[in-house]
């Protein structure tokens, strides 16, 4: 195909009559660079957002829960004990969720407490070591001593307290008193706060000592799940598989996967539909490139003649023009794709755009995957293929008797 890539590139590189058709080339490299562009940065910080919630949620939630299909239960412990022999499972924690109302001197607020044993060697909370969380949570051994409490960031601001500050939880549960029902209270001690990144987290949720959370709401040693994590959260479905096959009814397995499907099933189906919006930049330059190359075909109508005269066959006279189509579109998808990638290099490393409050990034997230480039750049390459075959079809089936005499 030697001849046909020559032939492509004297017409690119030949001063034309008509300038016309040099900026309708030009503006079909430039349209398609921006196109592969936007996508490539667009597409990364779609990607980056998925991952941002994806730690976010892991940094709190266990990545795998068993429940009961009739609420709370008790007598778990020889389920904890099989569960711990699987080599996958680094953490396990029983868990009970509650609701109740917390008051301090300043205000008072709703809020879900989860109670869970911190002795159970992994880290359970967002910027807590297990040793930290043993100790902030732990039971003191001096009397009179408060258990403590962990909260949100944004749940110790609103009620205004900080480290050290006493808090008291009221639980929905009630008890009888001499004075009629009054409802579960018990005093904490704030040993800390932990920050998500996610509002509905930071906002609503405090940790206490399962233990305590138990007591406050009248559970006695019933819990509602049991928490567990792993050593490999991406691999999560295979090793529920492989180490719950013993869970039975009325027991039920949810993963992190299962419980934040919707989610990250919004974000993966926003993700599609920007890079079907995106790739519309890249067909309008590829009309962009079929319209050149038919006028190239008009202007060329004589050297098409001569060609074929010579014994050039149709399929010689059709690469010729997809050569000189694709030279255009993989010029273009090339530097859209540099510019991209460069672009999103200095959006992660300098962190100059700035989103408002509103949104639970201060920055944009932006990770840039290999894969994703990749399609990007086929699928340019592909639709301004696709634009090239029938400019070249029309050419090869040109009359050289008829080109030379109208021509």
Not at 113 to 137: W, Y
Not at 148 to 157: F, Q, V
Not at 314 to 337: C, D, N, S
Request: with cysteine.
């Amino acid at each position: 195909m030697t001849v046909e890539f020559f032939i492509a590139g004297k017409y690119l590189r030949a001063k034309r009559k008509e300038g016309f058709i040099s900026l309708i080339t030009f503006l079909s490299v430039a349209g398609v660079t921006v196109g592969v562009m936007a996508l490539v940065v667009v597409i990364a910080v779609m990607s980056g957002a998925e991952t941002e919630f994806r730690k976010r949620i892991l940094g709190l939630e266990p990545h795998i829960l068993v429940m009961n299909y009739k609420g709370s239960y008790d007598n778990y412990e020889p389920m904890v004990a099989a569960l711990e022999k699987s080599s996958h499972i680094k953490g396990i924690s029983p868990i009970l969720f509650g609701q109740a109302m917390i008051r301090t001197p300043h205000s008072f607020s709703g809020v879900m407490v989860r109670g869970i044993k911190p002795e159970s060697g992994s880290s359970l909370i967002k910027g807590f070591t297990p040793d930290q969380l043993e100790n902030a949570l732990a039971p003191d051994p001096k009397p009179k001593a408060l258990p403590g409490i962990i909260l949100g960031k944004e749940l110790a601001s609103s009620v205004g307290v900080i480290k050290g500050d006493k808090v008291i939880l009221m639980s929905s549960k009630s008890f009888i008193s001499p004075i009629g029902q009054i409802p579960s209270m018990k005093r904490f001690v704030v040993k800390g706060t932990f920050e998500s990144g996610m509002s509905e987290y930071d906002s609503m949720l405090a940790y206490v000592h399962l233990d305590q959370a138990q007591q406050l709401v009248s559970a006695g040693d019933k819990i509602s799940a049991i928490g567990i994590w792993v050593d490999e959260v991406f691999n999560v479905k295979q090793i529920r598989e492989e180490s719950f096959k013993s869970i039975e009814y009325p027991f039920y397995v949810r993963d992190w996967m299962d419980i934040n499907q919707s989610l990250f099933s919004a974000l993966k189906l926003e993700k599609t539909a920007m890079f079907i919006i995106l790739t519309l930049i890249i067909l309008v330059a590829a009309f962009n490139i079929a319209s050149a190359l038919i006028m190239m075909v008009m202007e060329k109508t004589k050297d098409i003649a001569v060609l074929k005269a010579m014994g050039a066959t149709h399929r010689i006279i059709r690469r010729i023009f997809i050569i000189e189509g694709m030279i255009i579109g993989l010029f273009g998808t090339l530097l859209g794709t540099i510019f991209g990638v460069v672009v999103c290099y200095f959006l992660k490393k300098y962190d100059f755009i700035q989103l408002p409050s509103a949104y639970p990034f201060s920055t944009l997230p932006v990770q840039l995957e290999y894969m994703d480039v990749l399609v990007i750049s086929v699928s340019a390459i592909f639709i301004c293929f696709l634009s090239t075959l029938y400019p070249s079809y029309k050419a090869s089936k040109m009359d050289p008797v008829e080109a030379v005499r109208y021509g």
